[in-house]
């Protein structure tokens, strides 16, 4: 096998051993941080996987063709299916089949290259005399397999983006409830943001968030007649209308308290919960530049 073609055989092989180990590794991080995707319906993963291979599955079978094509047109065979696969599949095999070169023939006397369709050779100006059976190939039906399996790959592809967008839309496939007692899922965003849990106190800082963005924490409460919760919150701007309250969440019991404007070290007593992890949250309704420490002493 040529060097360069073993080469780029090895490269690819490598790219998506690297691309499953990644979405492996992302697979397993999303895990660890969010309780084993507690608040997410199970097909909501399944559909984002089902999403990723199908991608994968459609750029190396367009990649694929492209490679075959190349291969009968003269063009760099590693070349164009990177274009393919780093230019995601149907922009990159839009721009191959504009770019690609004519399906070319030897001259019967002098060798040179001339496109199917000429009639005289551009190198010695022979008279080529014109084969049917290569006049009326078609240029883009070789390997014909390669492009439908792509195609329905493609299709697999929007089809689970789509159901899993419509999913997330409809509320159907993650918790956003802030008295659940699982992992809280936000669709919206939150800006300029530091959460840190150190020796048991969670300091939270942003500058804003979209409306009703939930933070929270599991903290430990290990004597509830003994400890209290202990929380010192200032916010920056807090309009009218605009709220910021605290939740403390713990199976069927969901305590809230309207901490917008507090003004001195807040402290709760926790006798209404048992011994164990307690979730602590924060529903952001409109203030910004907050900053908050929260910890159960």
Request: net charge negative; charged share 15%.
């Amino acid at each position: 096998m040529n060097p360069v073609k073993r080469g780029a055989r090895l490269a690819s092989c490598i790219a998506g051993a690297a691309g499953i180990a990644l979405l492996a590794l992302q697979l397993a991080l999303l895990w660890a941080v969010s309780d084993g995707w507690s608040g997410i319906r199970a097909s909501l993963p399944l559909l984002g996987a089902g999403a990723l291979l199908s991608a994968l599955a459609c750029a190396a079978l367009f990649a694929a063709w492209v490679r075959a094509d190349c291969r009968r047109r003269g063009e760099d065979e590693v070349l164009w299916p990177l274009v393919v696969v780093l230019t995601t599949p149907l922009i990159g095999l839009l721009v191959y089949f504009l770019r690609r070169a004519e399906v070319r023939r030897p001259c019967p006397a002098c060798g040179h290259k001339v496109g199917l369709r000429a009639k005289y050779c551009e190198e010695c100006g022979a008279h080529i005399e014109q084969q049917e059976e290569l006049s009326m190939t078609p240029s883009a039906v070789h390997h014909g397999k390669l492009l439908i399996a792509g195609c329905v790959s493609f299709v697999l592809l929007v089809a689970c983006l789509g159901a899993g967008i419509a999913s997330v839309a409809a509320g159907t496939s993650v918790n956003t409830d802030v008295t659940s007692p699982e992992q809280v899922w936000n669709l919206g965003v939150i800006q300029m943001d530091r959460s840190t849990v150190l020796g048991g106190v969670w300091r939270l800082e942003f500058a804003r968030a979209s409306e009703g963005f939930v933070a929270g924490e599991k903290l430990a409460l290990s004597d509830p007649s003994a400890q209290q919760l202990h929380a010192q919150i200032a916010c920056g701007s807090a309009p009218e209308g605009t709220s910021l309250v605290l939740w403390l969440v713990q199976g069927d019991i969901a305590q809230s308290v309207d901490v917008t404007h507090l003004e001195e070290e807040l402290t709760l007593p926790l006798d209404a919960f048992q011994a164990g992890e307690i979730w602590v949250r924060l529903q952001i309704n409109g203030v910004q530049n907050c900053a908050s420490e929260i910890c159960i002493r």
